[in-house]
T-cell receptor, first 112, second 112 residues
Framework: IAGITQAPTSQILAAGRRMTLRCTQD?????MYWYRQDLGLGLRLIHY???????GKGEVPDGYSVSRANTDDFPLTLASAVPSQTSVYFC???????????FGSGTRLTVV | QKEVEQDPGPLSVPEGAIVSLNCTYS??????FMWYRQYSRKGPELLMY????GNKEDGRFTAQVDKSSKYISLFIRDSQPSDSATYLC????????????FGAGTRLFVKA
C-alpha cells in the first residue's frame, strides 16, 4: 500500500536518552517533512527536506536533527530527549508541484 | 497573533445537519488553501485544496475562500457520524520559499 510508514508507533523514553524516529515513503515524493502536534498548538514544522541530500530548519528545530540520504527515508533524531519533546510526531511528504501533503500515522512519544 | 486562527470547538451537530468550519488568517501572501481531516490517533489526510478566492465542491464538501476578508470555510452537507473528526485548515505561500501554516483544528462530532 503506497504511503508513509512511521516507526515506532509509540515510545516512552527516559530524559537524556537519544532516539531516532523512522519515516519511509514509497511514493517517490521529492519533499519530506517532520511535524509535531500538540494540543492547542496544531502542527508545527520541525525540519524539512525538499530533495534527497538537502535539509532545512522549520519553526521548532531545536533539539532535533534530520538526514536525507535517499528519496525514501527521512529519520528524525532527538539527541538528548527532554520532557518538552513529549508530543505526537508526524512525517509527511509531497510531490513537486502538489500542495497537499501525505501524512504517516504518527509516533506518540512520551519523555519522562 | 497567530497567522492562522481556527476555533478548536468541539462542534456537535445532529446527523444530516450542514456543518460550517472556518479559519481566518492574517498573511495576505497565502495563495493555496487546504482542508485536512484527522481521525483519532491517525495522521491528517488531505480533503480539499483551492487556489485563490471562490468555491470548490467535491461531493458533500464545499471549500470557500474569501481573500478580501482573509477567511476560509469548509461546508459539509448531510453530515454523517463518519464525518466525526478533527478538521485542520492549512495555507501555503511561496515567498522566498514555500511556507505552509496549519490551523490548530476544530473537533467535530456528528451524533446519530
Amino acid at each position: 500500500i503506497a504511503g508513509i510508514t512511521q516507526a515506532p508507533t509509540s515510545q516512552i523514553l527516559a530524559a537524556g536518552r537519544r532516539m531516532t524516529l523512522r519515516c519511509t515513503q514509497d511514493m517517490r515524493h521529492n519533499a519530506m517533512y517532520w511535524y509535531r502536534q500538540d494540543l492547542g498548538l496544531g502542527l508545527r514544522l520541525i525540519h524539512y527536506s525538499n530533495t534527497a541530500g538537502t535539509t532545512g530548519k522549520g519553526e521548532v528545530p531545536d533539539g532535533y536533527s534530520v538526514s536525507r540520504a535517499n528519496t525514501d527515508d527521512f529519520p528524525l533524531t532527538l539527541a538528548s530527549a527532554v520532557p518538552s519533546q513529549t508530543s505526537v510526531y508526524f512525517c509527511a511528504s509531497s510531490d513537486t508541484g502538489h500542495y497537499g501533503y501525505t501524512f504517516g500515522s504518527g509516533t506518540r512519544l512520551t519523555v519522562v | 497573533q497567530k497567522e492562522v486562527e481556527q476555533d478548536p470547538g468541539p462542534l456537535s451537530v445532529p446527523e444530516g445537519a450542514i456543518v460550517s468550519l472556518n479559519c481566518t488568517y492574517s498573511n495576505s501572501a497565502f495563495q493555496y488553501f487546504m482542508w485536512y481531516r484527522q481521525y483519532s490517533r491517525k495522521g491528517p489526510e488531505l480533503l480539499m485544496y483551492t487556489y485563490s478566492s471562490g468555491n470548490k465542491e467535491d461531493g458533500r464538501f464545499t471549500a470557500q475562500v474569501d481573500k478580501s476578508s482573509k477567511y476560509i470555510s469548509l461546508f459539509i452537507r448531510d453530515s454523517q457520524p463518519s464525518d466525526s473528526a478533527t478538521y485542520l485548515c492549512a495555507m501555503r505561500t511561496y515567498t522566498g520559499g514555500f511556507k505552509t501554516i496549519f490551523g490548530a483544528g476544530t473537533r467535530l462530532f456528528v451524533k446519530a
